[in-house]
């Protein structure tokens, strides 16, 4: 279903999620169609790497509407992670270091 095995990672956070009861099949049903709908709309590709990215959408707005999680709280995550990336060393892992990656 997916170009690399990582990004199956997505349904299986949304699979936990819902069998913690943060929501319910239906609603993520509902909001993956949402977002694969408005990808559609938007002349974006058919392809595995739109369905991740508009499951990636979906699971971010339920996390956010079900938990103390904030749209904020995830955008500055995606940047310390983008920081953390750009200056390890190809071939290394990266890891996040939260007092280095935090903005100042």
Known sequence: MFDEAWQAQVLAIADTM???GRFSASAWAETLGEELRR?????????TQ??????LAALEELTTEATAITGADL???????TRA????????????????????
Do not use: M
């Open 75 to 81: 955008t500055e995550r995606k940047a310390e992670w």
């Open 18 to 20: 819902v069998k913690a």
């Open 50 to 55: 739109t369905y991740y990215e508009a499951a």
């Open 39 to 47: 990808a559609e709309a938007d002349g974006r590709p058919d392809t």
């Open 85 to 104: 990336y750009e200056r390890t060393p190809h071939g290394q892992p990266v890891l996040l270091d939260r007092g280095r990656d935090r903005q100042s």
